[in-house]
T-cell receptor, first 114, second 114 residues
């Protein structure tokens, strides 16, 4: 079975640009998560969807970050406008519904904002 | 809110050394506890989980025992190899939503010298 797919793997943006990151979860998984990973903060949850419904939208990230699930097999994370402090690795993960299931992560998108 | 504290920074070892990474949690009830491992250029991978007091999780020679009394889930491996060099994350499962949201520790980098 295919794992979680993320595209692009690398993205370079100028300050103020709009970028869209994409994620395809594991087939059959209904929970989808977006994280930001940095050396200082570690893994921070940006958004959490269950069956395409937004369950949690990380408070600190609401103003410029918007995640959507267009269908059960595709999600996007839009950052608008980008700032240099957004430079990080953005990870997507999915899991089966049901408590205590593990999350499966994609390889991540490394974003650099100049 | 729920939180996880784990050994910070980097742990440097030689092959065949014994590895311990401390993980303590703060939460009520019996949250599921997880260990994940992340290799360079990849997303975190699930190692194992435990869901109740005294339950032991294990995988690939790593193990950890859920201890409600000390609120701990320390990761141990008796004899590390160079291929174990990676970042290890302890994580705590959310109980309230019955979903699979995780709270991650800051991560511990393990460097094993040949």
């Amino acid at each position: 079975d295919a794992g979680v797919t993320q595209t692009p793997r690398h993205e370079v943006a100028e300050k103020g640009q709009t970028i869209i990151l994409k994620c395809e979860p594991v087939s059959g998984h209904n929970d989808l998560f977006w994280y930001r990973q940095t050396k200082i903060q570690g893994l921070e949850l940006l958004s959490y969807f269950r069956s395409k419904s937004l369950m949690e939208d990380g408070g600190a990230f609401k103003d410029r970050f918007k995640a959507e699930m267009l269908n059960s097999s595709f999600s996007t994370l839009k950052i608008q406008p980008t700032e240099p402090k957004d430079s990080a690795v953005y990870l997507c993960a999915s899991s089966l519904v049901g408590g205590r299931s593990e999350q499966f992560f994609g390889p991540g998108t490394r974003l650099t904002v100049l | 809110g729920d939180s996880v504290t784990q050994t910070e920074g980097q742990v440097a070892l030689s092959e065949e050394d014994f590895l311990t990474i401390h993980c303590n949690y703060s939460a009520s009830g019996y949250p599921a506890l997880f260990w994940y491992v992340q290799y360079p250029g990849e997303g975190p991978q699930f190692l194992f989980r435990a869901s109740r007091d005294k339950e032991k999780g294990s995988s690939r020679g790593f193990e950890a025992t859920y201890d409600k009394g000390t609120t701990s889930f320390h990761l141990r491996k008796a004899s590390v190899q160079e291929s174990d060099s990676a970042v290890y994350y302890c994580a705590l499962g959310d109980q309230g939503s019955a979903g699979n949201k995780l709270t991650f520790g800051i991560g511990t980098r393990v460097l094993v010298r040949p």
